[in-house]
């Protein structure tokens, strides 16, 4: 089968009942192209993916997955071992928590120098080198001898990670286009929604065999995997051509069409506010679950596991929903439903509910963030096809960014009294309130059109 990712395109003509004129050279971009010898009676695909077989679409699915879910492995596997690192380093939960902190950073710094660079050279050139960074930066944490180099060495970890999610959305991107896109990501959300499961289980089986660093020299192979699969099966899919388009030749042209579209900026404030309420649970539940409620480093990656089935849950189901209402609808629904189960855990933490009132609704919270995080990558990739590497790049950069300087917030309420539901759940309820306000005034549903086919 012909992979046909950096053909040049051929428009057909808006009406059949034309006269024939002269072919003209084909383009180099455009949404349909026609394929095989014989252009009249050749099968037209949409999109530059739609003509790739379907075992190649599973291998790219798979490797793009793994690639993108190096990222929550690079955050969430060694989440178990916080108490330990407390202890062994002799200070508090928030400076451990500030070893999380610094790696968001390092995934926001990421982004924004890998997003515009793969629309500028090319996907694989920044993937191959800012993969390679993260297996350095893992064994340097590894071999840390202090908090602060550790520290150091998680942000330059988050800045390896980064080139994964943003290119391989990018490729998506390229590939293909409208309600196809929904499908596509959200399969590649499936591979890569299997790292938070997988991510918390791994980590706590890997503590009973090994101390904490040896959960770093996992990620340092992890890395180095990803890279030669990289060198071997990913090939390069923005063809020259295509990185010169009119209106977006520059850094400052790309950056320009996305920040002018109020959409983007409304789905942006909703990424950021949904991923800074899943932070705030991620730096708060090892505290919580293993020092309030008792549960031991193992328990702790079960109930992880269970919370991340929802996410992965919410994300399909969403995909479903979003092709067929449009993402912006489930957005209205994903919003108000986050609001909804922060009030109550907060409300259950009051009136004494124990940890069924935390962990039921907080169940119910992270299967809402999995309505979120897809339809906003696809209202905003849907509509800067021309710029998706540097559209992706800002809407993680954004994510963690913010998620990275918002998530520490718990651990600073919570200094002296320690960290409690209510503590934990009043930052996600207040981000909840950004994202919801976010969503009415400025994306504004009901003026957004339809996804093309």
Known sequence: MLDTASLPVVRPDASRSQPPRQRPQPPHTGAIRAIGSNPATAPIVLHPGDSIS??????YIILLGALTALGPFTIDLYLPAFPVLEADFETTSAAIQLTLTGTMLGFALGQLIV?????????RLPLLIVTALHVVASAAAALAPTLELLSLSRVFMGAGAAAGGVVAAAIVRDLFGGRRLVV??????LVSGAAPVLAPLVGSALLLVMPWRGIFVVLAVYGAVMLVSAILFIPETLPPARRHERGATTVWQRYRSVFTDRVFIGVLFIGAMTFSGLFSYLSASPFLVQESFGFDAQQYGVLFAVNSIGLVVGVQIASRLAARYGPQWVLAFSTASLLLWATVIVVNDQLGLGVWGTLIPLFLFMTSCGFTFPCVQVLALDRHGRAAGTAQSIIGATNFGVAGLISPVVGWIAQGSGITATTMASVMAGCAVVGVAALWLLVRPRTVERLAP
């Open 54 to 59: 379907s075992r190649r679409r599973v291998l």
């Open 115 to 123: 997003g515009p660079l793969s629309d500028k050279v090319g996907r």
């Open 184 to 189: 596509m990501l959200s399969r590649l959300a």
